[in-house]
């Protein structure tokens, strides 16, 4: 690690200068500009390319770190914590507003490691007076912030600041607090930096000393920040008045909604409150009103899957589900489905809680449970609209089953999500709620399961041997498999973005003959094996084996009980 304090920045600013013009392609005009500013304001190169404008300075900042070795902060997840800055400076003679004045932040890692972030290289009394605030043995290691994570984190700063001066007032009561502007503003920056890292959903946990706040990544947890626990009833006050909760309340679970918008983009927010022996946990699911259009194709369906699921799509009736655990895109899968099946030709219905993703030429409606309209209740209104397609959120009881069953059965294709583990655990799960076993094999055309695992980081994979026990139970031969590592690029993790593991299985007419019988589970999944049907774990071995993710996650989010396939 080059220690700045020792850095040349004449010899570094000229071989900046001939990098740039490289990479840039600097025309001899602009080389002039450069020559002569630099005679002119007396600046060294690199200010003379901001001052003109020919490149933005975080393309500068950015090259400079790379040159130097030293690792380049431009993403909020990768920025010091409020708490850890606050940490380092209790425990140093150090003050808080000289460090926001200097742009110049360090986070002790452990005993003996420091991490420093800084914006400006060439403050060079900064530098010497922080680092004679460390151990003689510690090991530094160097970050450049850019412009924009420096304000990011001066903002942290000074928001945390003002939460501390407010709770050190006179202000005891609760609502009141969660009318202040500091407490909403921290809400507020819990959203905004849950959109900024593409968060799905943002946990906040009152524990015995501290209350914790995590955002979901790619379906981890992830730790964002940590708030003394004293904090959390005002916290969990203005989240639940901005979701029309019941602030008192604080006994029982409690379900709400409100709308937000950050970063240029709209979110309807989901708020579910469950009681905890330290408080409450509290958890809001981010659900963006648009999106991009939706595509079967891009969703990570091999090509027999994508034929066949598309094949359904085109049904005239009959009832096709998508089934998996909470999070695990089931919705994501049937707006594709129905971008698939949309032509303008028919009417196309959809009942939800909540609407999740606003379609063009699909008439979307919200159940409100709480005034009576159930999926049910919706679902006998549009059967007198004369629709074609009916998109049903979710299959919660036997009324909403049985109406879905009687639509499929009078000319409509019924498509809905339920929760069960795997595809062939549909037909028990509904035999269970009450449905008849011969209606729902006469109504019932496929199922599909799924599950969403994090693909890996394109910038840091490594090839690897293909796992024995694969070679064994499966008849890859060939594939380019790979393990995870971790790099800036996905904040270390190894994995960035996810992607769906699919089981379809197709009711045959042997499945159906053993459906009406009542068959056990085993003698349906061996059937749906002997019909062709692949499993989730079989699914996601395919995938591993062509690089999108690797073995270990498909392990994670899978049970091996497909491994002979």
Request: net charge negative.
């Amino acid at each position: 690690m080059i220690d700045p304090l020792e850095l040349d920045f004449r010899d570094i600013d000229n071989v900046l200068l001939d990098k740039l013009s490289k990479n840039f392609e600097f025309s001899p005009i602009q080389m002039t500009l450069i020559s002569d500013t630099v005679k002119e304001l007396d600046c060294s190169n690199i200010q003379a390319i901001s001052r003109l404008a020919i490149l933005s300075e975080d393309v500068i900042t950015e090259a400079l770190a790379e040159h130097i070795g030293w690792r380049y902060v431009s993403k909020v997840s990768d920025c010091p914590s409020v708490a850890d800055i606050v940490a380092f400076i209790s425990d140093s003679d150090l003050s808080l507003d000289w460090c926001v004045e200097q742009g110049l932040f360090a986070i002790r890692k452990d005993e003996t490691s420091v991490d420093v972030f800084l914006s400006d290289l060439s403050n060079r009394f900064a530098l010497s007076a922080l680092c004679a605030s460390f151990h003689s043995n510690d090991d530094i290691a160097f970050a450049i912030l850019s412009q924009a994570m420096l304000a990011n984190v001066v903002d942290d700063v000074s928001r945390e600041r003002a939460v501390s001066e407010l709770f050190g007032s006179a202000i005891s009561n609760v609502a009141a607090l969660a009318e202040e502007a500091p407490v909403i503003n921290l809400v507020n920056s819990f959203l905004e930096k849950a959109v900024q890292t593409e968060a799905s959903d943002v946990h906040i946990e009152a524990g015995s000393k501290n209350m914790l706040v995590r955002f979901r990544i790619d379906g981890t947890l992830v730790e964002y920040m940590q708030q003394p626990i004293s904090r959390f009833p005002a916290i969990a006050s203005r989240i639940k008045l901005i979701a029309d909760l019941d602030i008192a309340e604080r006994r029982l679970p409690q379900d709400g909604r409100f709308s937000t918008r950050q970063a240029g983009q709209e979110f309807d927010v989901r708020v579910s409150t469950a009681p905890d022996v330290h408080g409450e946990s509290i958890v809001m699911r981010l659900l963006p009103k648009k999106r991009e259009q939706l595509s079967l194709s891009k969703l990570g369906f091999e090509p027999d899957h994508l034929d066949t699921i598309r094949r359904w799509g085109k049904l005239s009736n009959g009832i096709v589900l998508v089934t998996g655990p909470t999070g695990s895109g089931k919705s994501t899968t049937l707006y594709g489905l129905l971008q698939d099946v949309k032509t303008g030709a028919e009417k196309i219905v959809t009942v939800e809680d909540p609407v999740e993703f606003q379609v063009e030429g699909v008439t979307q409606v919200q159940a409100k449970p709480e005034i009576g309209y159930t999926f049910a209740k919706a679902l006998r209104t549009f059967l007198r609209q004369d629709p074609d397609v009916i998109m049903v959120g979710e299959i919660r009881d036997k009324e909403t089953a049985d109406i879905a069953v009687q639509s499929s059965l009078t000319g409509h294709l019924v498509l809905s999500t339920l929760h069960t583990n795997d595809a062939c655990s549909v037909f028990p799960r509904l035999a269970d709620m009450g449905v008849e076993p011969f209606l729902i094999a006469a109504t019932i055309q496929g199922v599909q399961a799924q599950r969403l695992v994090r693909k890996l980081c394109v910038h840091c994979a490594v090839k690897t041997e293909q796992p024995a026990y694969i070679k064994e139970n499966f008849t890859i031969m060939d594939g380019l498999w790979k393990n995870a590592v971790g790099c800036p690029k996905c904040q270390g993790r190894g994995y960035k973005g996810r992607v769906g593991i699919y089981e379809l299985v197709e009711v045959s007419s042997s499945l159906r003959t053993l459906i009406t019988k009542g068959a056990s589970l085993a003698e349906l999944r061996k059937q749906a094996k002997l019909d062709g049907a692949r499993s989730l774990f079989a699914d996601g071995i395919l995938k591993a084996s062509t690089g999108i993710t690797s073995v270990e996650e498909i392990l994670r989010v899978c049970s091996t009980e497909g491994v002979e396939q």
